[in-house]
């Protein structure tokens, strides 16, 4: 069973910054770096947004329009860990944020960043920016 958890949510001023982890364990035979990984968040009464999406490899990324050139994606496959460094943060960020992971499926499906082509989802972390 592959296991997803975050950490790093918190509570910051409009300006700044946070990184978010997702530690990971896949079932044995597996790796890590089998696996597509991506952010999404949810506001209240919102639908969940896909944020980003990193390959296998790290090689390939993709971000929504709402947070490019602010959000960076990144993996440590040697970490089982993946990030999200969120930067110029503001209370429109504010929402809880979710690592999910997907074992089937092509990449450039995955940056359609769509919430059912992934499978496995952690339990979210809270990140609240105050104005």
């Known amino acids: 069973q592959v296991r997803l958890v975050e950490s790093g949510g918190g509570s910051v001023q409009t300006g700044g910054s946070l990184r978010l982890s997702c530690a990971t364990s896949?079932?044995?035979?597996?790796?890590?770096?089998?696996?597509?990984m991506g952010w999404f968040r949810q506001k209240p009464e919102k639908d969940r947004e896909g944020l980003a999406v990193?390959?296998?490899?790290?090689?390939?990324?993709a971000y929504a329009d709402s947070v490019q050139g602010r959000f960076t994606i990144s993996r440590a496959n040697a970490k089982n860990t993946l990030y999200l460094e969120m930067n110029s943060l503001s209370p429109e960020d504010s929402a809880v944020y979710y690592c999910?992971?997907?074992?089937?499926?092509?990449?450039?499906?995955?940056?359609?960043?769509?919430?059912?082509?992934?499978?496995?989802w952690g339990q979210g972390t809270q990140v609240t920016v105050s104005s």
């Open positions: 896949v079932p044995s035979g597996d790796r890590f770096g089998d696996y597509n």
């Open positions: 999910a992971a997907a074992r089937a499926g092509t990449y450039a499906t995955l940056e359609k960043l769509r919430e059912t082509d992934f499978t496995y």
């Open positions: 990193i390959s296998q490899l790290g090689a390939s990324t």
